[in-house]
């Protein structure tokens, strides 16, 4: 079945530095989401894709649709503490716009 | 607060035993959907209702597993004769239904089942 792969797997960056994440598809996406997820609660749209090469920014996030449509990268520009969690990018296969299936998810902490 | 509620937040029981869970959607969003997560994984696609109607199920709902959306608003999930592997935490999301694959799901905190 449709596999989203995501790296690296898990981050430790100090707080001010800039972080890059990205995920990847053995298959094309028509749109691509990124969530964030804090411990112990659901998880919380950051940013939605739905062109291929377009580039959207949320405040200190922006991400990025891969033109082969078989990727996306998320890149948080000086972090802070708030912004540890887990990322995980996630979208409608094409088969079926009606469920969106996850990746592993990139863990980020950042030391203060 | 209008966003989507799940109760209980945590559920501890023992094996073989039966749970339920509740979902309370966004007001006015016509799909749910139900989700399975394990530690250190994304989401996992369970079932979605449009409406009342069940569309979809994944290969991952076993018999034990049922869900219902009678009213069209809240949804329960059940987990009868609950086994260690059912452990996890169990998603909720609903959605207005847009079409064309540019509807956005949003998420409940989620319940933290444990089975002993």
């Known amino acids: 079945g449709q596999q989203l792969n995501q790296s690296p797997q898990s981050m430790f960056i100090q707080e001010g530095e800039d972080v890059s994440m990205n995920c990847t598809s053995s298959?094309?996406?028509?749109?691509w989401l990124w969530y964030k997820q804090d411990p112990g609660e659901g998880p919380v749209l950051l940013i939605a894709?739905?062109?291929?090469?377009e580039l959207t920014s949320n405040g200190r996030l922006t991400a990025q649709f891969g033109i082969t449509r078989k990727d996306s990268f998320l890149n948080i520009s000086a972090s802070i503490p708030s912004d540890v969690g887990i990322y995980f990018c996630?979208?409608?296969?094409?088969?079926?716009?009606?469920?969106?299936?996850f990746g592993p998810g990139t863990s980020l902490s950042v030391i203060p | 607060d209008t966003g989507v509620s799940q109760n209980p937040r945590h559920k501890i029981t023992k094996r073989g035993q039966n749970v339920t869970f509740r979902c309370d959607p966004i007001?006015?969003?016509?799909?749910l959907y139900w989700y399975r997560q394990t530690l250190g994984q994304g989401p996992e696609f369970l079932t979605y209702?449009?409406?009342?109607?069940?569309?979809?199920k994944s290969r991952l709902l076993s018999d034990r597993f049922s869900a219902e959306r009678p009213k069209g608003s809240f949804s329960t999930l059940e987990i009868q004769r609950t086994e260690q592997g059912d452990s996890a935490m169990y998603l909720c999301?609903?959605?207005?239904?847009?079409?064309?694959?540019?509807?956005?799901?949003?998420f409940g905190p989620g319940t933290r089942l444990t089975v002993l």
């Open positions: 999301a609903s959605s207005l239904g847009a079409s064309g694959g540019t509807d956005t799901q949003y």
């Open positions: 298959s094309i996406f028509n749109t």
């Open positions: 894709l739905y062109k291929a090469g």
């Open positions: 996630a979208g409608p296969p094409k088969t079926s716009y009606d469920k969106v299936i």
């Open positions: 007001s006015e969003h016509n799909r």
């Open positions: 209702f449009q409406n009342e109607a069940q569309l979809e």
